[in-house]
Nanobody, 127 residues
Framework: QLQLVESGGGLVQPGGSLRVSCAAS????????IGWFRQAPGKEREGVSC????????SYADSVKGRFTISRDNAKNTVYLQMNSLKPEDTAVYYC????????????????????WGQGTQVTVSS
């Protein structure tokens, strides 16, 4: 069964850090670009960051640039999102998604380009 599982969410104070992980099972992530999305209550889902299958190209939403870092370890079949200087407005359910690509450097932006989705992990930034 093809599956993506997020972990690492939780409660953190403003200014704090958290790392969320996205682990794949049932398939290898070697040929998949991975994106992180988030959805806060009452808001639409938004793209946060994505990384190409090779890891050679990344992109970030303006709201997280300079604070979040996406990375991947294909040997562990896992992608990470390191989140620093967290703000209350970062509170959301964070989802990872995988998009098959023939290009090692393609970073899909649209959620419609993603083939598999995880169930999400809650991140809450509050004092």
């Amino acid at each position: 069964q093809l599956q993506l599982v997020e972990s690492g969410g939780g409660l953190v104070q403003p200014g704090g850090s958290l790392r969320v992980s996205c682990a794949a099972s049932g398939f290898t992530l070697d040929y998949y670009a991975i994106g992180w999305f988030r959805q806060a209550p009452g808001k639409e889902r938004e793209g946060v960051s994505c990384i190409s299958s090779s890891g050679g190209r990344t992109s970030y939403a303006d709201s997280v640039k300079g604070r979040f870092t996406i990375s991947r370890d294909n040997a562990k079949n896992t992608v990470y999102l390191q989140m620093n200087s967290l703000k209350p407005e970062d509170t959301a359910v964070y989802y990872c998604a995988a998009s098959y690509s023939d290009s090692y450097y393609y970073v899909p932006v649209s959620p419609n380009e993603y083939d598999y989705w995880g169930q999400g992990t809650q991140v809450t930034v509050s004092s």
